[in-house]
């Protein structure tokens, strides 16, 4: 069974695609503990279910504006440290999940939302979508992987312009820059990332799975992908897909 809704996150699964959202649109999406517990829960769960070959993850009428402040206002530094502890799980968690992440923005995707963003392995942008870092702003800094997960993306000089100046980005630039795979029309960003999974879907998940993890190693990860390459061989989808090929090449 998938897991369960929570107060914060709502969990449908259409076929192959597990949809997960997060459900805060008072609070613009900001990301709580029950939030960062909720999305957890339902990766586990994608993990478990053989049904479930793809995550698409999303939040509506925005994706997320980013961490609840409300959290760091109260100044309780052991309730911080717990979220930022569970919020760096949650992060790594999507970029380690077995199965394919797609993000679906909407709106904005700021703070620990656009970290979120930055840990999955596609991202679907609405045209008029918005991606930012303002940290530093209130006197912190990205702390769920993100000024990491940033700068291996678009490189140092680039990543320092974007958190040290909080700079926002359009849906074109973060394109241009490699931050989103698909720019789409505005209220389309659900629709095309679940047609993108269910694409996915259809593919050999074990070479999926592989080619996610190896390309994360770039370009440390020659040796990791050459083994990787190796166990493909001796799996029965490889075998099966690349007999199908030569049977269909040869009967033509």
């Not at 370009?219 to 490889?238: K, N, Y």
């Amino acid at each position: 069974m998938t897991a369960p809704d929570t107060a914060a996150v709502r969990i449908r699964r259409d076929g192959a695609v597990l949809v997960v959202s997060i459900d805060r649109p008072r609070k613009r999406n900001a990301i709580n503990l029950p939030v960062v517990r909720g999305v957890r829960a339902a990766l586990r769960s994608a993990s478990r279910e053989a049904e479930v070959r793809t995550v698409v993850l999303t939040g509506s009428p925005v994706f997320s504006a980013g961490a609840d402040i409300g959290t760091y206002a109260e100044g309780d530094l052991a309730a911080i440290a717990t979220l930022m502890d569970e919020a760096n799980a949650m992060c790594d968690e999507i970029a380690d999940s077995p199965v394919p992440v797609i993000a679906a923005v909407e709106g904005v995707a700021l703070g620990g939302g656009f970290e979120c963003v930055l840990a999955c392995d596609l991202v679907v942008a609405a045209e008029d979508a918005r991606f930012g870092l303002p940290e530093v702003g209130l006197g912190l800094l990205p702390g769920w992987g993100g000024t990491q997960r940033l700068t291996a993306q678009v490189g140092p000089r680039r990543a320092k312009g974007i958190v040290l100046l909080g700079e926002q980005l359009d849906a074109a630039t973060a394109a241009d820059l490699g931050l989103v795979t698909t720019v789409c029309a505005s209220g389309r960003a659900l629709a095309v990332a679940t047609a993108i999974a269910e694409r996915l879907a259809t593919r050999p998940m074990r070479a999926v799975a592989e080619a996610c993890r190896v390309i994360d190693l770039a370009p440390h990860g020659r040796r990791e992908e050459r083994a990787a390459l190796d166990r493909l061989f001796a799996t029965t989808e490889a075998a099966d897909a690349i007999r199908a090929f030569v049977e269909k090449r040869s009967s033509r």
